[in-house]
T-cell receptor, first 111, second 114 residues
């Protein structure tokens, strides 16, 4: 079956440093979504990537979908304390309606 | 709109008890799903529904039942609670397709089984 690894599991940065989380798949993905979950909260949709090589930006956040559609990344420039939380990628399996989540990357930011 | 609502917020059960976690949405979404979240495991799909009267299994369906008699409601039933079902449960909904539409999550139910 499809295997998607999200790395790293944890990341601790100083405020102002950059942060990147990756989702790597063993097979081609049809699309990938990214969500953020604040401590004690629920996941909130950030973005969806569909096209090969796609790059999207939201202020300090940059999302990329690899050329082969097997990898995706979320990069945060100059982290702030408001970026604290767990970031998840999510993908569908084999064209089904199931949306499967990666295990997430927990980001902590030292002010 | 209230969005996706879940009740209760917290619940403590004894092993063997049954209960129903409620989920409702007022956005006229066709797709609804249930996830459980455990430390280090991310969100795992339990069951999902693409519309009223249609349900299907996710990654971890054992020990849970669902039904979808209306578009708005998607309750999750624990038939005989076990300590392994201690978790945070999230309900989510999307307008149409689960795989490509934005998922809107409820606030979650924190369940402890003793």
């Amino acid at each position: 079956g499809q295997q998607v690894m999200q790395i790293p599991q944890y990341q601790h940065v100083q405020e102002g440093e950059d942060f990147t989380t990756y989702c790597n798949s063993s097979t081609t993905l049809s699309n990938i979504q990214w969500y953020k979950q604040r401590p004690g909260g629920h996941p909130v949709f950030l973005i969806q990537l569909v096209k090969s090589g796609e790059v999207k930006k939201q202020k300090r956040l940059t999302f990329q979908f690899g050329e082969a559609k097997k990898n995706s990344s979320l990069h945060i420039t100059a982290t702030q304390t408001t970026d604290v939380g767990t970031y998840f990628c999510a993908y569908s399996q084999g064209g089904s309606e199931k949306l499967v989540f990666g295990k997430g990357t927990k980001l902590t930011v030292n002010p | 709109n209230a969005g996706v609502t879940q009740t209760p917020k917290f619940q403590v059960l004894k092993t063997g008890q049954s209960m129903t976690l409620q989920c409702a949405q007022d956005m006229n979404h066709e797709y609804m799903s249930w996830y459980r979240q455990d430390p280090g495991m991310g969100l795992r799909l339990i069951h999902y529904s693409v519309g009223a009267g249609i349900t299907d299994q996710g990654e971890v369906p054992n020990g849970y039942n669902v039904s979808r008699s209306t578009t708005e409601d998607f309750p999750l039933r624990l038939l005989s609670a076990a300590p392994s079902q201690t978790s945070v449960y999230f309900c989510a909904s999307s307008y149409n397709r689960g795989a490509t539409d934005t998922q809107y999550f409820g606030p979650g139910t924190r369940l402890t089984v003793l």
